[in-house]
């Protein structure tokens, strides 16, 4: 069974361009998460989807960051125009039932 | 304000002995609890975790540790081995967190042959 997948692995990007990750889940995995984590800090929570639905968006930074899962299964996140703070490491995971998350292998975001 | 607090950031065991790496929280309405381990280049993956309906679960050479009155839990590693080196990530949810999980920052293990 394929685990989570992450396109692309690595994305060097200038200041004020668009970017945009993809996240595949487990298939079958109604939920899906995006995470971040910026140099040094703790792995932090962005959203959650519910198949289509965004369950909790609360932990995304600001309006420039847009998610979509449109027919619940695979999603993006596009991040419009990106800013130097915006670097780090993306990472998806996705759930059966909700508690146990399985992650992806990230998508690191370097922001020039 | 970190609600997940990992405040070794490496630790380094002999080869056979046990790594022991601790975890405090501070949000009572947590109600279930993950290890994490995450290699360089690769994203986290599911090691352990444990309800907090209990105090103890074990799985082969991993064991977790809940104290709920002390806000502490623990993984224990028995025997340590030099491929259990990584970065190990403590994570809670429940309490309002409608599923999302709240990190700490991680512990570097080194195993030593």
């Known amino acids: 069974e394929a685990g989570v997948t992450q396109f692309p692995s690595h994305s060097v990007i200038e200041k004020g361009q668009t970017v945009t990750l993809r996240c595949d889940p487990i298939?079958?995995?109604?939920?899906l998460y995006w995470y971040r984590r910026v140099m040094g800090k703790e792995i932090k929570f962005l959203l959650h989807f519910v198949k289509e639905s965004k369950q909790d968006e609360s932990g995304m930074p600001n309006n420039r960051f847009l998610a979509e899962r449109t027919g619940g299964t695979y999603s993006t996140l596009k991040v419009q125009p990106a800013e130097l703070e915006d670097s780090g490491v993306y990472f998806c995971a996705s759930s059966l039932t909700g508690n146990i998350q399985y992650f992806g292998a990230g998508t690191r975001l370097s922001v020039l | 304000d970190q609600q997940v607090k990992q405040n070794s950031p490496s630790l380094s065991v002999q080869e056979g002995r046990i790594s022991i790496l601790n975890c405090d929280y501070t949000n009572s309405m947590f109600d279930y609890f993950l290890w994490y381990k995450k290699y360089p280049a690769e994203g986290p993956t599911f090691l352990i975790s444990i309800s907090s309906i209990k105090d103890k679960n074990e799985d082969g050479r991993f064991t977790v540790f809940l104290n709920k009155s002390a806000k502490h839990l623990s993984l224990h590693i028995v025997p340590s081995q030099p491929g259990d080196s990584a970065v190990y990530f403590c994570a809670a949810t429940g309490g309002g967190s409608q599923g999302n999980l709240i990190f700490g920052k991680g512990t570097k293990l080194s195993v030593k042959p």
């Open positions: 298939s079958g995995h109604d939920n």
